[in-house]
T-cell receptor, first 113, second 114 residues
Framework: DAGVIQSPRHEVTEMGQEVTLRCKPI?????LFWYRQTMMRGLELLIY????????DSGMPEDRFSAKMPNASFSTLKIQPSEPRDSAVYFC???????????FGSGTRLTVV | KNEVEQSPQNLTAQEGEFITINCSYS?????LHWLQQHPGGGIVSLFM???GKKKHGRLIATINIQEKHSSLHITASHPRDSAVYIC????????????????FGKGTLLTVNP
C-alpha cells in the first residue's frame, strides 16, 4: 500500500483565493482525519469522518473551511476564501478499528500571501 | 491548560545516551499515542498503547493509567533519532468510534549529537 496520499505537497496562493487539499486514505481504513499544524498551536484536529460521514467538525475554524468525503477513497478540505492566517501544514490521516493506529500523509504545506 | 502535557520541551543528548520523554494527561483515555516527526517531514505513528509497555527496537513506551502518565524511552540514542516526539491522547469520553479523536501535546524536540 502506498500509504495515505496527500496532494499537493506545497501550495502557495494569494489571499482570497480558493484552496483545495486532497487526500486518499489507506484502502480499508474507515476513519479519516484532517489536522492542521502550526508553530503556535501545534497539531489540531479539524474534522474527522467515519465511513465517509463527518462525525466531528468542531475543530473547523470558520465557515471558510469545508471538508467532504464523497467516497471511501477520497476526501477534500477546502478553504474559501483563504487568508494568511490559514498558512500551516495540513495533514490527513486514516485509521481503522482493526488497525488500532494512525497513518499520516506527508502533509500539504499551505502558504497564503 | 492543555489536556496533554509533555516534558521536556527540548532535549539534547549525546549519541548512546538513554532518553526519556514524559507525557501527562488530564482526561480519561482509551489509548495513548506516541508520534515522531522529523524536521520538515511527515508524522509517523510509533506506538499506540492503553496499558503496560510496548517495545519496538530501541524504543520503549510505557503507560500508567492510574497516574495518567506515559513515557517514551530511547536506548542507545543515535543522531537519526533527532526529531520531534509528540504524545497524543485518545479521549474515552467521546461516543461511538471517536476514541480515535486525538488531543496532542506540544511535542518534545530531541537532538542527538554524534
Amino acid at each position: 500500500d502506498a500509504g495515505v496520499i496527500q496532494s499537493p505537497r506545497h501550495e502557495v496562493t494569494e489571499m482570497g483565493q480558493e484552496v483545495t487539499l486532497r487526500c486518499k486514505p489507506i484502502s480499508g481504513h474507515d476513519y479519516l482525519f484532517w489536522y492542521r499544524q502550526t508553530m503556535m498551536r501545534g497539531l489540531e484536529l479539524l474534522i474527522y469522518f467515519n465511513n465517509n460521514v463527518p462525525i466531528d467538525d468542531s475543530g473547523m475554524p470558520e465557515d471558510r473551511f469545508s471538508a467532504k468525503m464523497p467516497n471511501a477513497s477520497f476526501s477534500t478540505l477546502k478553504i474559501q476564501p483563504s487568508e494568511p492566517r490559514d498558512s500551516a501544514v495540513y495533514f490527513c490521516a486514516s485509521s481503522s478499528r482493526s488497525h488500532h493506529g494512525y497513518t499520516f500523509g506527508s502533509g500539504t504545506r499551505l502558504t497564503v500571501v | 491548560k492543555n489536556e496533554v502535557e509533555q516534558s521536556p520541551q527540548n532535549l539534547t543528548a549525546q549519541e548512546g545516551e538513554f532518553i526519556t520523554i514524559n507525557c501527562s494527561y488530564s482526561v480519561g483515555i482509551s489509548a495513548l499515542h506516541w508520534l515522531q516527526q522529523h524536521p520538515g517531514g511527515g508524522i509517523v505513528s510509533l506506538f499506540m498503547l492503553s496499558s503496560g509497555k510496548k517495545k519496538h527496537g530501541r524504543l520503549i513506551a510505557t503507560i500508567n493509567i492510574q497516574e495518567k502518565h506515559s513515557s517514551l524511552h530511547i536506548t542507545a540514542s543515535h543522531p537519526r533519532d533527532s526529531a520531534v516526539y509528540i504524545c497524543a491522547a485518545a479521549s474515552s469520553k467521546n461516543s461511538g468510534g471517536s476514541n480515535y479523536k486525538l488531543t496532542f501535546g506540544k511535542g518534545t524536540l530531541l537532538t542527538v549529537n554524534p
